[in-house]
């Protein structure tokens, strides 16, 4: 049921979000994991929907990963191998993003869409995906390195280095309270920085707290000084620029959670159907044991 409703989401997003064809290979990077066999490599270029060589492939060493992650992620889920890989294609401007995720367990699409937002990225398609499911929190590296190769301008240091700050906080919190209230509350978070700025770490806390509320989220002590620490992190960043992203972000969102309620919904009606059938052959069955 899980792979199902997980396929049907993904064909929902893709019909909704209307992301156009890979075709210029100039506007597309696929980054490879550098620690993937060749057979690993064919399926994860599978899981892009291209073959190999529709796109200039770049490589990601577990060396690289680490000069985002040290520091943000528990080594446990970093590991010492370069595994996950992303197919990056930029987008006109105002498209906006979409990602979609194989064999990705513990990062979600929203919580990528946020993060990279952070880190200064916009108007893009991005498959993360695997030959084995991983954590996925090395993508974001690899999706640095394919923007910056594509686009010739280098981020903001700061801002992919809080970027992994935002993406980690927010996957520890989407284990308690859900993907898509974690990465809202973290959204509200970034639409204040103006104003946080000038508060306090017990002012900041309460409002934590209030915008939790709004979700019927009891969260504890530790996370809230979790999101006290991020939001201090974001305001290093240009908070104008930010919060227009984050705008563009909540749109995005907001197609996700369509697209989530139209996949529960069908999956629902499905399920009455095979019920619905199911049980009038058992009547069937019942009329034909009386002869």
Do not use: H
């Not at 080594?75 to 990602?99: F, H, K, W």
């Not at 996925?136 to 686009?151: C, H, I, Q």
């Amino acid at each position: 049921m899980k792979k199902i409703f997980s396929l049907l989401l993904a064909l929902l997003l893709v019909a909704g979000m209307a992301v156009p064809a890979y075709a210029d290979v100039n506007q597309s990077r696929a980054v490879i994991g550098a620690d993937l066999s060749d057979e690993q490599v064919e399926a994860v270029y599978g899981m892009f929907g291209i073959r190999r060589g529709e796109a200039i492939e770049l490589k990601m060493t577990n060396a690289e990963e680490r000069t985002y992650l040290e520091g943000y992620v528990d080594n446990s889920l970093i590991g010492t191998r370069s595994i996950s890989c992303v197919y990056v294609e930029l987008l006109p401007a105002g498209s906006g993003m979409s990602v979609t995720t194989s064999n990705i367990n513990w990062c979600t699409g929203e919580m990528y869409i946020s993060a990279l937002a952070t880190a200064g990225i916009t108007d893009a398609s991005i498959v993360v995906a695997a030959p084995f499911e991983v954590s996925g929190t090395a993508a974001l590296s690899g999706v640095y390195k394919a923007y910056e190769d594509m686009t010739g301008k280098k981020l903001d240091d700061l801002a992919k280095l809080v970027s992994t700050q935002e993406l980690t906080i927010t996957g520890e919190l989407a284990a308690e309270i859900g993907s898509m209230d974690s990465t809202a509350i973290v959204n509200e978070l970034k639409m204040m920085l103006d104003v946080t700025q000038t508060m306090s770490d017990d002012e900041i806390r309460a409002e934590i707290r209030e915008i939790a509320s709004r979700y019927n989220v009891n969260l504890t002590n530790t996370q809230v000084e979790q999101l006290l620490t991020l939001c201090r992190s974001l305001e290093g960043l240009d908070a104008e620029s930010l919060k227009a992203r984050v705008q563009d972000v909540q749109n995005t969102l907001q197609k996700v959670s369509d697209a989530k309620t139209k996949v529960v919904g069908f999956v629902q009606g499905v399920k009455k159907v095979v019920e619905s059938v199911s049980g009038f052959f058992d009547k069937i069955k019942d009329i034909m044991a009386r002869f």
